[in-house]
């Protein structure tokens, strides 16, 4: 396999049924965790049986990744385990062009395009992870970083608090 896990399977050798297997090996974890802006990628595996349907092939499976993401206030390294079922379709590019608006369905959420000839699952893979993972983590010290950066609580800012400070100023003026 080549960097960032791009397997990519030949349309012609597609048959209902296949069962692939994927281990991300090391340098390939080392290009995702680049990729998608991790601390840590400490494994990446994937099973997915194929169903072909003419140009259209259905990829359904599972995968599992060990990681490490920063906190977004502390900085501190977060494991996160993924444990994700898939279903991804595979469709002939349509063409047209690239600033052409495409309207997309719920339907269509999971439809990648292909050549004609390959199919890029390892790279849908890895955009299956992606959406997977915690894009806000917050580790245990999170609330205490954000206070010492003079980040308000929810509580502090919300419409409530503003109330509260409009109470309590009146309350003085008396």
């Known amino acids: 396999m080549s960097e960032q896990f791009a397997l990519a399977l ?10 692939i297997d994927l281990v991300a090996d090391e ?3 080392a290009a995702i965790c680049e990729r998608l802006g991790l601390v840590a990628l400490k494994s990446f595996q994937a099973h997915a049986v194929l169903e072909r349907d003419g140009p259209a092939v259905v990829a359904r499976g ?6 490490e993401q ?15 079922a898939f279903e991804l379709t595979f469709v002939p590019d349509p063409g047209g062009r690239p600033d052409e608006e495409v309207e997309l369905g719920a339907a269509d959420l999971d439809t990648v395009f292909h ?15 992606a959406l997977a993972i915690d894009p806000f983590p917050r580790g245990p010290n999170a609330a205490a970083a954000m206070k010492e950066a003079g980040v308000l609580s929810e509580e502090e800012a919300g419409p409530f608090a503003a109330l509260a400070a ?8 008396s």
């Open 27 to 29: 340098a390939e974890c």
């Open 62 to 67: 599972r995968l599992k990744a060990s990681l």
């Open 10 to 19: 030949p349309l012609a050798s597609i048959r209902g049924g296949d069962r």
């Open 166 to 173: 409009l109470k309590l100023g009146k309350g003085h003026e």
């Open 70 to 84: 920063a906190c977004v206030a502390s900085g501190e390294p977060i494991g996160e385990r993924v444990d994700e």
């Open 115 to 129: 050549d004609g000839a390959t199919i890029p699952l390892g790279t849908a893979l890895v955009d299956t992870l």
